[in-house]
């Protein structure tokens, strides 16, 4: 998700200024996803430029609220309409850091993999614990981002199941270099011998 969409998602709500727009955005995700104030006003200073919200004069406190425009429901609604395609998603840092682990010398890729999979259970554990604290109306956005993250930490532990057993498989597999198909008939030949 954009922190671009996240705050104009929020400001379709009404005017809010900065530090409202940082809470809300951490109340609606359930904290997921912590924002730095400066990442607030530094997204809002790009939805003025591009003309999809507008600043409203600053309040007695020096608080200045920013309000939607036009353009920027239309960009929303836009947002809303548009599937996330899988090509938009952040690089899978778990992967990565497993192929590495494969091809670096003296990694224990089992236990790297046992690793992760205990700490991706543990946090199953405290969503599925959080998910049933509260069943108020209200908490169905928190609840809902629970779910996803449920998901997610079960799939992961389902792909790590199948990189163990990968693992296994790979390494009972006799190795020998093939180069030639020639190759291949002779070392059969001798096989059968």
Known sequence: MSIRHGLLALLERGQMYGYQLRSSFEESTGSTWPLNIGQVYTTLARLER??????????????RPYE?????????????????????????????KLALALTTPGVDVRAVVQT??????????????LKYASDKPEDLPWRLVLDAMIFQAEAEVR?????????????????????HPEAVDRADEEARR
Do not use: K, N, Y
């Open 159 to 179: 792909w790590l199941d199948h990189c163990e057993t990968s693992l296994v498989r790979h390494r009972a597999a006799p190795s020998r270099p093939i180069s």
């Open 116 to 129: 992760q999979r205990s700490a991706t259970m543990r946090a199953l554990q405290e969503f599925t614990r």
């Open 68 to 96: 939607i425009t036009d353009a920027g429901r239309a960009d929303l609604a836009l947002w809303f309409a548009t599937p996330i395609s899988r090509a938009d998603r952040p690089r899978d840092e778990l992967s990565i």
């Open 50 to 63: 591009d003309g999809l919200v507008h600043s409203l004069p600053e309040s007695e406190a020096g608080q």
